[in-house]
């Protein structure tokens, strides 16, 4: 992962920002609790206890060997000092202790002596410090516990609640935000795959319920812009079959003339109008979107074959075990003539090779012609209604310009995914890939 490219995801960026804002509020928060809190504590407890090891000190030397004995116990017990003349097995400090030299700057405040403080050989922490009182070294030590403030501990318990804080924050934030966003995204998914019914609760923030109304009156606005242009679709073609079947009629009636050219060539137009018609409706159809059942689909393949050999055209198929799945018939019946119906239309009647195969979870068909192909910039450009390409697709080979918008239409419904590539040498490889459950 590049960690200097700017990330894309809103959840991603919102985390980091968040995360971001939180570590620079915790750092100024753990300078400012330092500076003038653990840091004046500290210094304050070094001085207090230098004062009080100064006048232990003090006393010890004015003290009889019977007082010393009770005056030992008193400190043992009540201050937890130990004090003692006696030689005791020390070395210097080698770990970092904050406390110690600030204990050593305040004891020589308080005894006018530059003394250091080291630590005991053997046993538990223990740290001892040599005092001159009245030509006697008077040997006082204390544990490592009996330090007052510790300014580490309190910051590593900052820092720990800090970084707990931000993780905690940083989600139950970052969900909160991401959350409708993806509701939203997710909608906005199924309403492109066609499923005008969707809506989204309007519920939360002020905003989000502003924008999740926006979204269903759109949703609701594009449904009835559908059923109405399926409407407007239905009357169109029945108001155009209408005098095309007047004119069929009419036709009949000439057939004793001796203009058969002009007939025939009236005929071939009256087919024309009413394959585009026709197209024209499976185009607005496209949008239905049907129910799934178990297909044995090399069953299926190999009827839609039969049936254009009956036709005689050649369709070289590569037999493979694509197994059974559940699949929407009608909907793969309508993409694969369309592909083939294309294929042979301008591949010049040569033969067409398909293939199926089963791979993953993935279904993926392919279909070459022979034909002179596609400019590989205008391979998306032939998916949108009525583009044709005029230097290679004349009205001679046919062509509306619907069949590929047909497919692309009904492969975006029911989520399946459509491609065209140029062929090895010459012609079109269409590319159907279906997403397949076993059932």
Not at 191 to 203: M, V, W
Not at 375 to 388: I, T, Y
Request: aromatic share 6%; net charge positive.
């Amino acid at each position: 992962m590049n960690w200097f490219q700017r990330p894309k995801s809103l959840s991603l960026k919102t985390s980091i920002t968040l995360a971001f804002g939180l570590i620079i509020y915790t750092g100024l928060s753990i300078g400012l609790v330092l500076y003038f809190v653990l840091i004046p504590m500290s210094d304050r407890a070094a001085d207090d206890m230098a004062a009080f090891i100064s006048m232990v000190s003090e006393s010890w030397v004015s003290l009889n060997e019977q007082e010393r004995m009770q005056f030992q116990t008193h400190l043992r017990e009540d201050h937890q000092l130990f004090i003692s003349t006696d030689p005791v097995p020390v070395t210097a400090i080698k770990k970092n202790y904050p406390f110690i030299p600030r204990l050593e700057k305040a004891l020589l405040l308080h005894t006018g002596q530059q003394l250091e403080i080291k630590q005991h050989l053997e046993g538990p922490c223990c740290f001892w410090v040599n005092i001159m009182q009245n030509g006697q070294v008077v040997r006082i030590g204390f544990y490592h516990e009996r330090i007052g403030p510790k300014p580490p501990m309190a910051l590593a318990g900052i820092i720990a609640s800090a970084c707990l804080l931000i993780l905690i924050t940083t989600i139950l934030l970052v969900r909160r935000i991401t959350r409708p966003v993806r509701k939203l995204s997710a909608a906005a998914n199924r309403l492109g795959r066609g499923d005008f019914s969707i809506r989204i609760p309007e519920t939360g923030a002020k905003e989000l319920v502003s924008l999740a109304h926006c979204f269903n009156r759109m949703a609701e606005e594009l449904s009835q812009l559908m059923s109405n242009r399926a409407i407007l679709f239905g009357g169109i073609s029945h108001d155009l079959r209408t005098p095309i079947t007047r004119m069929q009629i009419a036709l009949e009636l000439l057939e004793d003339n001796n203009n058969s050219s002009l007939i025939a060539g009236l005929r071939n137009d009256l087919k024309e109008m009413e394959r585009l018609i026709q197209q024209a409706l499976e185009l607005v159809k496209g949008l239905d979107k049907s129910k799934p059942v178990e297909t044995d689909l090399k069953q299926l393949i190999a009827t839609i074959v039969a049936d254009y050999q009956r036709q005689k055209q050649t369709i070289n198929w590569q037999v493979s075990q694509c197994g059974t799945c559940m699949i929407e018939v009608d909907t793969l019946h309508r993409v694969l003539t369309n592909l083939l119906d294309n294929a042979f239309c301008y591949g010049g009647d040569e033969p067409v090779d398909l293939s199926c195969i089963r791979k993953g979870k993935n279904l993926i068909i392919r279909i070459k012609d022979q034909g002179p192909g596609i400019p590989k910039e205008q391979l998306e450009a032939v998916f949108q209604p009525f583009f044709r390409l005029d230097s290679s697709r004349s009205k001679k080979t046919g062509g509306s310009g619907l069949g590929l918008a047909i497919v692309r239409q009904l492969c975006d419904v029911h989520s399946w995914k459509v491609q065209l590539f140029p062929g090895k040498g010459k012609g079109l490889e269409a590319c159907l890939i279906i997403p397949v459950v076993v059932p």
